[in-house]
Structure formats: C-alpha cells, structure tokens
C-alpha cells in the first residue's frame, strides 16, 4: 500500500443478529447471539437457562420414587430412557438384584425410545434442510412407539414408566403384538425416510461439511453419544460399560469420520436398524427365559405392594403406607450410573446419606456438554449451516437447561 | 369503442382468472402436499376442503394489521402494493387461446400482443423485486432484511440465465411476440425439441423467480422466522403470499407457451373441428399444460430440501449461466446448420 494515500481504516461493522430464545429452528427456548458478517457468523455466543427448573435442588427434597418424573422432562424425546437410568441408579445404591426378564424388558422400553428419539433428531434434519415430507412419514412410526408406551405405563410424552425394582406392570398382550407390528412396519417406513435424503445431492451438499467437529476437540468437550461416534470414536456405554444386561446382545455401533451433521445423521439412521435388531433378539431371548412371569424384583421395600396385599395383609399396608408417603430409607453411599441415553450419556451421581431423599443428584446432561462446543462449530458457517449444526446435535432446551 | 371494451371485459377475465387461479393454487398447494406426505388435508369448509381459500382469504382480511412502530410506514404499506402490481401485470402477453370468429370479426383470446413480449415480461418481473426489498428494508427487522437481501441477489442472478436461454431461444424463433413463437408451435413442432436445455435452465430459473423450493431461501422458515415477510400481518401479508402464486400461475403460463406449445397440440389439423371449436379446445389444453406445471412446481416443493446462500450463487452463476452460454453457442451452430449456410 502507497504509504503517501490518506485512508481512513474504518473498522469492520458487523450486525448482532438474536436467534432465539423463540426462533422457529432453536426447537426449543435457548439463545444464540451471532455476530454476522452477512450470512457469515463471525462469533456465536449462547446463552442457557431459560427453562432451569433446578431439578437438582428438587430431587433433594423429593423421595426416590418421586424423582423419575423429573427425569421425564430432561429429554423428553426419550423418557423412558431417563427414567430407566435413574431407576438403576438407585437400585444400584440398593443393592437391589433384577431378574433377567425385567432387564430384556427394559431393553426392549430403552430401545424404543431410542428408535423415537432418533426419529425425530433426524427427521429435524430434513425439516431444517427445508424438506418437510420425510418428517411426516417417519412421524407415524413414532405414534406407534408412543401408543406401545401407552400400553405400557397409560402416558405417552413424559412417561413416567417402571420403578424402583422392576417395572409397575408386565407387557400386556397387545403392547406384545403392537411391538411386533411395529417391527414389522417400521423397516419399510424407514428406507422410504432413507431413500428420500441419503442420497439426495442438496441434502448431502447442505450437510456434509456443515458444523464438524474432530475426534480431539470432541472428547476433549466431553461429547458422547451419536455425536462422538459421529467424530469417529466408538464409545457406547451399553458396549463399554453394559447395564441391564447388553452385554447378552450383539450389535454394532456406528460411527463416523468427520464428526459433521451428515455423519451424525447417519449414524443415528444406523442406530435404529441396530435399535431394531436389539429388540428382535430381547423379544427371542425373553421366548428362551424360564421366566414367564416376572416383573419386578423381590423388594418390598421399595416395589409397591399389589393392592390386592394392601387391603388384605398388614405388611402389605406398611409398605404401601411408607412408599407411597416416601418415608423408605434408602443405604448410605455414593454411586455413579450411566445409561446411553438417545443424546449420549446420560449419568446420574448420587449421593445418599441414609435418607428418604438423595443428599446431592447431580445428572450429566449430554445436551450441556454438546451446546458448550456450539461456538466453536458454527464458527465462520452460514447462518444456514448453524440451524442445521444445532438439529442435528439434538440439543433438547429440557435436558440442556434441567 | 367496441375495441376498448372488449379489451376491458378480456382484462377483468383475465385478472379474475388469475386470481381464481392463484387463490385455488394455495387450496391445490395443501391438498397436493397432504396427498404427498399421507395426510389429508384441509377437508373442513365445505365439501373436501373446496372452500378453503375463501375462508383464508377471510381470515386475512379480518386479522389485526399491525405496522411495526419502527417501520417505515408508506414504504411498508408500498412494497405488498408492488409485489401485487408487478405479478398481475404479468398475465397481459400471454395468447390464452388462438382467438374466436364471430360474425367475420376475429377476437385474439390475449390482451395485447406487444411484439417485445418477451421482454416486456422480463421487466415486469424485475420490478417484482423491489417488492420484496422495500417490504423487507422497511420492515426494520434484521431477519427481513436478510430475507430481502437474498431474494434480490437470488432473483437478479437467476434472470440472467434466464434471458441468456431466452436469447437462444429467440435465435430459433426469429421474433419476441409471445403470439409469434405460440403460432409457430403448432401442431407438434414444440421448442422443447430445439431447445432441451434451454428448457432445463428456464425452468429451474423460474423456480428461483418464484421463491419456491429449493430456492426458497428469502422466506426459509427454520432460517429466517418469515424472511422478507416477518413484519407482515393481515391482508399485506396475504398480497405476499397471493402474489407468490399468481407468479408460480404466470411462470407456468410462460413456461408452456414459449417451450410447450401453448395452445397447440398434437393432430391439430386431423381432428378436422371448426376453427372456434379448436380454439376453444386449445385453451383448455393450455390450461391443463399451465395445471401440469403448477402440480410441477408443488411436487418439487415437497420432496427436495433447499439449498445454502453459497450453493444458490454457486448454481447461479458458476453452472447455469455457462450452460446457458453454452446452449447459445449450440443454438447459433444449428440455427446457422439449418439454414444450410454451414457445410460439413
């Protein structure tokens, strides 16, 4: 440059653009404020908490029992899950032994809600992308898991479902054939699903590339879940650290290469074909158990009674009685359970001071631990590129925020 | 005067049609998306939902209309006004139908045949533009505005290719009177045949002229809330919307008469019908062409997703603005071929 010119060095302006807390792609109520160079994103700075419900402090002062409908409402798209975890949780401070049937049936609950989460992650990722059509064929296939859940436990979103112990009741007949029927209908539902985006040369071109994240960056920010595997690391607690007895089936876990949106989107479009193949060898492993019947653990003391004992014996009243009012002690001690959650992993650190209620519940939250790597991912993206980033990391406000 | 009023009574017909058309579109638009996506659709006001558009065009009437008090007020109120001017001025060139005798006297069923047609067209649609970036620059609102900015630079890129395969097919027609290139299609002889690719780019041009799927960036709704039309409410929303559709009717007009036929079609000559009745005939097929091309236009819609900001310049200017050069170049080579003034 002529060092003789007069210019004037005007600073770059760039705009502040808010997206959220009520944008129609945040899916949820959280704030992303985005300095933008055009549709360029220079910076991005988010802001968490809008829904805080300080689940933490509640658990403090609720009973055992109490807690799961608090697990509930952290990732709403896959309760079940949550609820499961916090179950072996605390019986896992208990002591307590689950027979084999109830763990196959939890696996086959778990894998449910995984095939439902998944579901709507990426079928999100097609409505962000701009193509509405696939979400609503894959829509239906999560109503039908969301009726089996209603058989199951009566709810459907936030559902509440097993105990302490076991499950509150056994599969019945028709959630039987609804699981079978959806094993039968889902696989076609899904290649349509697959056929429509996979390889479709818009989807791949707005995905692929669009918010990577490497192996390093990532298992330094503490991902886990689909979005790791997505990165390329294979790390699945059912298969690193198996609870409810995954360690008797086999299947793969998928992962990626270059930890980006079309990455994790295959990878959870893997996962339900695996999710499907659990189920179908739970539902063969369950024909071969002697056991026909069971549905919980023998514990009374934290398994409620049936109503028939209640009314007609004194321990049965007692128990109830001291459940219901959450007045059961549960051991002293400090335990750390972790399931693999539709997010990642979902960890419960308990800890017990002899009690009716936990001394501290701190839950690991996935969804908190991928939004703190956001910035980073969207850096220097399009605008357009980090609405898609952030479906397709399944960051749910309820989990994020807790 | 005769003139003057039979031209007045083809405006009104026309400009009805158009918005009966148009009105019908967003019916068609929601049926065709449920019937796509396994639903059904709006089937409440009357039978099978058939008086849906009336109910929302009721409903936007009724609807509160807020001016955002930061807006800038006339400008605000001024770029619907544009969107709904420019789109319904469109529909003045097109040749419905060949025309009908009566009494020795022969009326063109068409509102005037400028001889620049073509052109005439190109500069209408490009004042549609100021429509969305008024209406989004006054808005004040960042998410218009970046809405406005993308559908301007979408739609100015896209025009270009656009004219550059309209050029080439001007090679092969000689003349830019819509009437001229329609009656030169008769029969079968459909530029389609000479002009595949030119066929190709022009349509994926109007797309981008529309603002539909894929290139439906400026009003993304997972992007930018309601792109250029965020701020809008009541029936200046609905002149948005409506406009859309009148130009995705017009686009589908254009399309079939310049590459399609228009009102020709095939054994014309063998059906041995009066003129009037072929007329007629005619301008039912050419409503069937311009139905075909608007299912087209929803059919795309609900099965693709859309395309990044980089990928649409990308498309714009980096591949169909050589291939339509490039069809030019091959249009020139067979226009001089045919003529036989190049020997082999």
């Given at each position: 440059m002529n060092s003789t010119t007069n210019e004037i060095i005007k600073e770059k302006e760039y705009t502040t653009l808010n997206l959220g807390p009520t944008h129609p792609a945040t899916h949820g109520i959280f704030q992303n404020v985005m300095k933008m160079d055009g549709e360029l994103i220079v910076e991005a700075e988010p802001t968490i908490g809008y829904i805080h419900r300080a689940f933490e402090k509640l658990a403090e002062r609720r009973p055992f029992s109490q807690i799961t409908p608090i697990t509930d409402r952290m990732n709403y798209c896959s309760s079940p899950i949550n609820n499961m975890g916090w179950h072996m949780t605390a019986e896992k401070l208990a002591g307590i032994e689950i027979p084999k049937r109830v763990q196959y049936l939890r696996v086959i609950i778990m894998e449910l809600s995984r095939i439902a989460d998944h579901i709507i992650c990426n079928s999100v990722i097609g409505v962000d992308s701009g193509a509405m059509t696939g979400f609503l064929y894959v829509f239906q296939w999560r109503e039908d898991i969301y009726e089996i859940f209603e058989e199951l436990c009566g709810a459907r979103l936030t559902t509440n479902i097993g105990r302490i112990g076991g499950l509150e009741r056994d599969f019945s007949q028709k959630a039987w054939l609804k699981i079978e029927r959806l094993l039968k209908d889902l696989p076609g539902g899904l290649k349509e699903f697959e056929n429509l985006l996979v390889r479709n040369r818009i989807f791949m071109d707005r995905t692929i590339k669009c918010g990577p994240i490497s192996a390093d960056r990532a298992l330094a920010y503490g991902f886990t879940g689909p979005n790791l595997r997505a990165a390329g690391v294979d790390y699945d607690v059912r298969v690193m650290n198996?609870?409810?007895?995954?360690?008797?089936?086999?299947?793969?876990?998928?992962?990626?290469?270059?930890?980006?949106?079309?990455?994790?989107?295959m990878v959870r479009e893997n996962e339900m074909w695996q999710s499907m193949s659990i189920i179908k060898q739970a539902m063969e492993k369950l024909d071969r158990l002697d056991d026909k019947t069971s549905f919980h653990a023998e514990v009374p003391e934290y398994f409620l009674p049936e109503k028939d004992e209640v009314y007609n014996t004194m321990e049965g009243l007692i128990w109830h009685f001291k459940i219901i009012m959450g007045e059961t002690q549960m051991p002293k001690g400090e335990v750390y359970h972790s399931v693999e959650g539709g997010n990642g992993e979902l960890g419960f650190y308990l800890v017990s001071d002899g009690g009716r209620t936990p001394y501290r519940l701190h839950f690991r939250r996935p969804c908190f631990i991928y939004y703190?790597?956001?910035?980073?991912?969207?850096?220097?993206?399009?605008?357009?590129?980090?609405?898609?980033?952030?479906?397709?990391m399944n960051v749910i406000a309820g989990e994020l925020d807790a | 005067?005769?003139?003057?009023?039979?031209?007045?009574?083809?405006?009104?017909?026309?400009?009805?049609?158009?918005?009966?058309?148009?009105?019908?579109?967003?019916?068609a638009e929601r049926k065709i998306a449920a019937f796509l996506q396994d639903r059904v659709g709006p089937d409440r006001a009357g039978p099978f939902g058939i008086l849906q558009p009336l109910a929302d065009g009721l409903k936007m009437f009724m609807k509160e209309e807020i001016i955002p008090t930061h807006a800038d007020k006339f400008l605000f109120i001024l770029g619907p006004c544009i969107m709904m001017m420019t789109a319904s001025m469109t529909g003045v060139i097109i040749p419905w139908g060949h025309g009908l005798?009566?009494?020795?006297?022969?009326?063109?069923?068409?509102?005037?045949?400028?001889?620049?047609?073509?052109?005439?067209?190109f500069g209408v649609v490009s004042i549609g533009v100021y429509g969305i970036m008024i209406g989004g620059w006054a808005s004040n609102n960042k998410y218009s505005l970046m809405g406005a900015i993308r559908a301007s630079s979408q739609m100015i890129s896209y025009e270009l290719a656009m004219g550059m395969a309209i050029i080439a097919l001007i090679m092969t027609t000689g003349t830019l009177s819509v009437r001229e290139i329609v009656e030169q299609q008769h029969g079968i002889h459909w530029n389609i045949f000479t002009q595949p690719l030119g066929v190709i780019i022009f349509i994926i041009c109007a797309f981008a002229e529309c603002n539909r799927t894929p290139f439906d960036l400026p009003e993304c709704e997972t992007e930018l809330v309601g792109g250029y039309h965020t701020e809008y409410s009541s029936m200046k929303l609905g002149f948005y919307l409506f406009a859309e559709y009148i130009n995705m009717f017009i686009s589908s007009a254009i399309i079939s008469s310049l590459y399609f036929g228009g009102y020709n079609f095939p054994f014309i000559d063998q059906l041995g019908l009066s003129p009037n009745m072929l007329s007629m005939l005619g301008t039912l097929i050419f409503f069937g062409k311009i139905f075909f091309f608007i299912f087209f236009f929803m059919w795309v819609r609900w099965t693709i997703p859309r395309f990044r900001y980089d990928q649409l310049m990308h498309l714009g200017w980096r591949v169909m603005i050589p291939l339509a050069i490039v069809n030019i170049l091959g249009t020139g080579v067979y226009v001089l071929f045919k003529n036989g003034q190049l020997h082999f």
């Open positions: 198996p609870y409810s007895s995954y360690q008797d089936f086999d299947f793969i876990v998928p992962i990626g290469t270059n930890g980006d949106t079309y990455d994790r989107f703190q790597a956001y910035p980073e991912m969207v850096k220097g993206a399009f605008l357009s590129d980090a609405i898609l980033t952030m479906s397709s | 005067m005769e003139f003057f009023l039979i031209k007045l009574v083809l405006v009104l017909i026309v400009f009805l049609v158009s918005l009966g058309v148009a009105a019908y579109s967003t019916y005798e009566i009494n020795g006297t022969f009326y063109p069923v068409q509102i005037t045949d400028i001889n620049i047609g073509i052109l005439y067209v």
